[in-house]
């Protein structure tokens, strides 16, 4: 995918868009934003409001179980997957299924990539 517009990218667990602009912005727009995703509606809406109306709302586990098809192809994935299940405080609390978000993110990896 890349072009004179950049390399397109998806960014998960997006909030209202850090890594995007981190990787839009700074690098003198050598990447373009085509999906992302987090499942707080107010990152969402200021996600939409800074680069376009292309991050949706919702569980990323729920998104991939019903929605598998609305992955886009793009060059690179990033993200930042909730890290409260592995800080000291939480270390040994069983059964946090934020300790597993690891796995959606590698789905969308290989789905992006998906070229046929």
Not at 33 to 44: G, L, T
Not at 82 to 95: T, V
Request: contains cysteine.
């Amino acid at each position: 995918m890349i072009d004179n517009k950049g390399m397109e990218i998806i960014d998960l667990f997006s909030g209202a868009g850090g890594l995007t602009a981190g990787f839009t912005m700074l690098s003198g727009c050598a990447f373009k934003p085509v999906w992302a995703n987090d499942f707080n509606r107010y990152a969402v809406d200021t996600y939409n409001l800074n680069f376009g109306n292309h991050c949706v709302v919702g569980d990323i586990v729920s998104i991939l179980e019903n929605n598998r098809g609305i992955i886009p192809r793009a060059d690179v994935v990033i993200g930042g997957p909730p890290c409260q299940g592995f800080s000291l405080l939480n270390k040994k609390r069983d059964g946090d299924p934020r300790k597993s978000l690891w796995k959606p993110f590698m789905d969308i990896v290989d789905l992006s990539g998906d070229t046929g």
